[in-house]
């Protein structure tokens, strides 16, 4: 039986997970968990668990897609079967077409493409579990997994979305928040130098105000920046030793 929206979603200031209004759910990163992809990364972002794997620079088969003048990016978004509930059907669909495109054209924007003509850099992204903000929890994990192949970047590419719940603007929406909330908001910024640079991506389901619409976006920066400096704690323990050498350099602002 499909789950009954709760009578309400805010109770008492409090979420129904307990978190504030400008809370992040919990988030887990692991750098470098497949040996087989040049560049990978493991995320959890409260209930999602997410896998990217980046494997190129490389020689782009067939040719006659090549581009002489830049690398192409191709990014793929699926939902395993086993992800949600409902068991989903293999494959993409609309839904997963839609979150490729538009998060491929916001890597597009970071990626120095110019730097490797004639190549391709692929980017596979799978919802192992799906929770609300699976595009989001995606992207994070896929600008890990760039950083660890040693793809040059303008800067690291962080995601989160804003939900307007009962009236109220809340961070990182929780599945109840995404389903029954009035309104949707994913974000991804460009940070460089612990500073947001640009907005790489941003989409709304539902409708907000003007003056919403610009709390929303303070909202999310503030939520970005918490998960910018988790991004590189992890990208930064994966390359330093237990002594706090670094055994290779890394640049997660290139």
């Known amino acids: ?26 988030i887990k990163i692991e750098v470098d968990v497949l040996k087989r992809a040049d560049g990978s990364c493991y995320l959890e972002m409260g209930k999602n668990k997410v896998v990217a794997a980046v494997y190129g620079p490389r020689e782009v088969h067939p040719r006659h897609l090549q581009d002489p ?23 993409p669909d609309r839904r997963s077409i839609e979150i490729s495109k538009v998060s491929k054209e916001a890597f597009e924007a970071v990626i120095m493409k110019e730097l490797f003509p004639r190549s ?7 919802v192992l579990q799906a929770d609300a903000g699976s595009r989001t929890a995606c992207i994070n994990a896929a600008s890990v997994a760039l950083v660890d ?24 929406p929780m599945k109840e928040e995404d389903n029954y ?15 947001i640079e640009s907005i790489a991506l941003i ?16 909202l999310a920066k ?33």
Do not use: C, H, W
């Not at 499909?2 to 209004?21: A, Q, T, V, Y």
């Not at 003048?69 to 494959?91: C, D, H, L, Q, T």
């Not at 192949?149 to 990182?172: F, N, W, Y």
């Not at 989409?203 to 303070?218: F, S, V, W, Y």
């Open 149 to 172: 192949a040693g793809v040059p970047m303008k800067g690291i590419l962080t995601s989160v979305a804003v939900a307007k719940v009962d009236g109220q603007l809340v961070l990182d």
């Open 203 to 218: 989409q709304m389901d539902g409708q907000m105000t003007k003056e919403e619409i610009k709390m929303a976006l303070e």
């Open 120 to 126: 391709a850099i692929d980017i596979f992204v799978e």
């Open 222 to 254: 503030k939520g970005a920046m918490e998960i910018y400096k988790l991004q590189r704690e992890a990208i930064m323990k994966r390359y330093v030793t237990e002594e706090g050498i670094e055994v290779e350099e890394v640049n997660t602002d290139a």
């Open 1 to 26: 039986m499909p789950e009954s929206r709760p009578e309400k979603l805010i109770i008492d200031g409090k979420r129904l997970d307990g978190r504030k209004f400008d809370e992040l759910r919990p």
């Open 181 to 195: 909330g009035e309104a949707d908001m994913p974000f991804a910024f460009l940070i460089r130098n612990s500073k």
């Open 69 to 91: 003048s830049k690398a192409i990016i191709r990014y793929r978004y699926n939902m395993a079967p086993f992800s949600v509930e409902e068991r989903k059907r293999p494959g």
